[in-house]
């Protein structure tokens, strides 16, 4: 049950455009189209942002889209805004019906 | 309004043991698998165990054979109990909803979030 491995940092100037990576294996990225994103603030608990890879829930930003390729997955935020400023967590399902989380990403808005 | 409360978190020394619980309220609890994840001070979070509607379990390796989850339906509420407890177990807990709809095979994602209790495991 090795985290899935996303860049340690992004970071980006308002109105811009960043992607995220997640990868991971044939055994939960690539295995399902269960792949979901989370936003966690300092002291906060997470938010949910995307699901089933690139599902958006009611009420989070349509900036906010996710895609995937074979055992890659990626979050992008489109123009970039100061509240964007927080860590991301991507989450696969695994063919052992575990969970796993990607290692996270700190994302600055410069 | 869907809300999960968590409680029981606190010191416990190395060894020792700890039950978390959960209170849900504003869905059909019974209807949902149910989940823990963790969080360690400065690090990222980390999935610890789910239930599912039909009591089946899963855990991370990490604390497998030292946790147990465990749900009780009438009283809309989630637990896990925690023994032989170590230095490395020191995080926030999280009571998450995990959401999966088994007749469409759609889901396994976190919908819902408890604010979270922390645990520290020191001497």
Redesign the interface.
């Known amino acids: 049950?090795s985290?899935l491995t996303q860049p340690a940092s992004v970071s980006g100037s308002p109105g811009q455009s960043i992607t995220i990576s997640c990868t991971g294996t044939s055994s939960d990225v690539g295995a399902?189209n269960?792949v979901?994103w989370?936003q966690?603030h300092p002291g906060k608990?997470?938010?949910?942002m995307i699901?089933?890879v690139s599902n958006r829930?009611s009420g989070v930003s349509n900036r906010f889209s996710g895609s995937k390729s074979g055992n890659t997955a990626s979050l992008i935020i489109s123009g970039l805004q100061a509240e964007d400023e927080a860590?991301y967590?991507c989450?696969s399902?695994t063919t052992s019906?575990?969970?796993?989380?990607?290692?996270?990403t700190k994302v600055t808005v410069l | 309004q869907v809300q999960l409360v968590e409680s029981g978190g606190g010191l416990v020394k190395p060894g020792g043991s700890l039950r978390l619980s959960c209170a849900a309220s504003g869905f059909t609890f019974s209807e949902f698998y149910m989940?823990w994840?963790r969080q360690a001070p400065g690090k990222?979070?980390?999935?610890v165990s789910?239930i599912t509607t039909s009591w089946t379990v899963?855990?991370?390796?990490?604390v497998k054979g030292r946790v147990t989850i465990s749900r009780d339906n009438a009283k809309n509420s989630l637990s896990l109990q925690m023994n032989s407890l170590r230095a490395e177990d020191t995080a926030v807990y999280?009571c998450t909803r995990?959401?999966y709809n088994i007749m469409a095979d759609?889901?396994?994602?976190?919908?819902y979030?408890?604010?979270?209790i922390p645990v520290t495991v020191s001497s």
Request: proline share 4%; charged share 15%.
């Open positions: 049950q985290a399902y269960f979901s989370y966690q608990a997470p938010k949910l699901y089933e829930p860590d967590y989450n399902h019906s575990t969970l796993v989380f990607g290692s996270g | 989940s994840v990222g979070l980390e999935w789910y899963y855990y991370a390796d990490s999280y995990l959401y759609k889901g396994y994602h976190f919908d979030w408890g604010q979270g």
